[in-house]
Every structure is written in structure tokens, then in C-alpha cells.
């Protein structure tokens, strides 16, 4: 199976800006969460989407926003960008049956705001 | 509420010897507990999971970690090191029986010297 694929690899954005992000996860999967990875901060969870559903939210401004579609692929929209917001974001899948709670990576997009 | 500690943000080891990176938990019921490996401009990659039964859990590239309920750790170990092992490490804890979303530590680089 083909794994988690995220596009674009990189951006570069100016502050005020608006950006969104896209994730597809691997065939089958019905999950999708994002993640924000700084140094500072480390990884924190933004939100989940299950079946074109937010189940889970992280403790992120409005500015950040997600969906999901039919085809379990989701997108991520970060509107006025600020520098602080400059991070890779990450996509994980997880599969219905897994019961261990395994989430697959996608390589993430480096978002650099000027 | 869960929660994970990793100490030291780097470990250094020479070439050939013991690898040794620390994760300790809080949860309040049975967890679930993963190591995973991040390479330079990539996502995440399971290392290993430990979810019931045995308490040493082998993973992939040699490494192996051993749940201590008694102690809350899931100490990462590898017996001798290898110059491509040299990456950012992630431990991550999740609840059984509530939201699975996974809380990870704040990751330990390994370097590792010829």
C-alpha cells in the first residue's frame, strides 16, 4: 500500500496570508490527524478527522481549520498567517480494527512564513 | 490525563556502543506506549509498540524497550549503535478505552560519533 503523501513538501508564505495543506492517507484508513512540529513547542496535536467528522481538537486558535472528504483525504486551511506559524506539519492515518492506536506518518510540509 | 517525559533532548554515543534514550509516563489507566524514529525532513516512522502481554518489546534496526508498569518507563535500547541511527526519537503514550490521540514526548536527538 501506498503510504501517507502530503503536498506541497514546502511553502513559503508571508504574514496575513492564507494557506492550506493536504493530506492523503493510506487506502482504507478513515483517520486522519494533524500535527504541528516546532522546536520549541515539539509535536502538538491540532485535530482529527474520522469520516468527515472533527473528533478531537487540539488547543489551537480558530485561525487553524480542517476537513475531510469522502475519500478520507483532508486539507488543513491556517488563515493570517503569523511567523509563529512557521513549522512542519504532519498527517498521520490510522485504520478502523486497529485497536493499538498506530498512527502512520506522512513526511510533512515545512510551512515558512516571512 | 497522560503525559510523557523523555530526558535529555540529546544523547551521544559512539559508534558500537549501547544505545540507552529515556521515557517515562503518566496515565491514568493501562496505556499504550510507542517509540518512534524521525529522520532529517521526514515524518514519523514506528519503531516499536507495546500493548499488552510481553513487557520487552522488540522493534525494527535492533532496538528493543521494556515496559516497567512499576516504574512508569519505556526505556529505549539498542545494543550497539550505528552512525545511521543518528535521528530524532519520539515517545508517545495513549489511553486505552478513551481518545486514542497519542501525547508525545518532547523528543531525544541521538547523535552518534565514529
Known amino acids: 500500500k501506498a503510504g501517507v503523501t502530503q503536498t506541497p513538501r514546502y511553502l513559503i508564505k508571508t504574514r496575513g496570508q492564507q494557506v492550506t495543506l493536504s493530506c492523503s492517507p493510506i487506502?482504507?484508513?478513515?483517520?486522519v490527524s494533524w500535527y504541528q512540529q516546532t522546536p520549541g513547542q515539539g509535536l502538538q496535536f491540532l485535530f482529527e478527522?474520522?469520516?468527515?467528522?472533527?473528533?478531537n481538537k487540539g488547543n489551537f486558535p480558530g485561525r487553524f481549520s480542517g476537513r475531510q472528504f469522502s475519500n478520507s483525504r483532508s486539507e488543513m486551511n491556517v488563515s493570517t498567517l503569523e511567523l509563529g506559524d512557521s513549522a512542519l506539519y504532519l498527517c498521520?492515518?490510522?485504520?478502523?480494527?486497529?485497536?493499538?492506536?498506530?498512527?502512520?506518518f506522512g513526511p510533512g510540509t515545512r510551512l515558512t512564513v516571512l | 490525563a497522560q503525559s510523557v517525559t523523555q530526558l535529555g533532548s540529546h544523547v551521544s554515543v559512539s559508534e558500537g556502543a549501547l544505545v540507552l534514550l529515556r521515557c517515562n509516563y503518566s496515565?491514568?489507566?493501562?496505556?499504550?506506549l510507542f517509540w518512534y524514529v524521525q529522520y532529517p525532513n521526514q515524518g514519523l516512522q514506528l519503531l516499536l509498540k507495546y500493548t499488552t502481554g510481553a513487557t520487552l518489546v522488540k522493534g525494527i534496526n535492533g532496538f528493543e524497550a521494556e515496559f516497567k508498569k512499576s516504574e512508569t518507563s519505556f526505556h529505549l535500547t539498542k545494543p550497539s549503535a550505528h552512525m545511521s541511527d543518528a535521528a530524532e526519537y519520539f515517545c508517545a503514550v495513549s489511553e486505552t478505552g478513551g481518545s486514542y490521540i497519542p501525547t508525545f514526548g518532547r523528543g531525544t536527538s541521538l547523535i552518534v560519533h565514529p
Open positions: 496515565s491514568s489507566v493501562p496505556p499504550y
Open positions: 487506502s482504507g484508513h478513515r483517520s
Open positions: 498521520a492515518s490510522t485504520g478502523e480494527g486497529y485497536s493499538y492506536n498506530e498512527q502512520f
Open positions: 478527522y474520522f469520516s468527515e467528522t472533527q473528533r
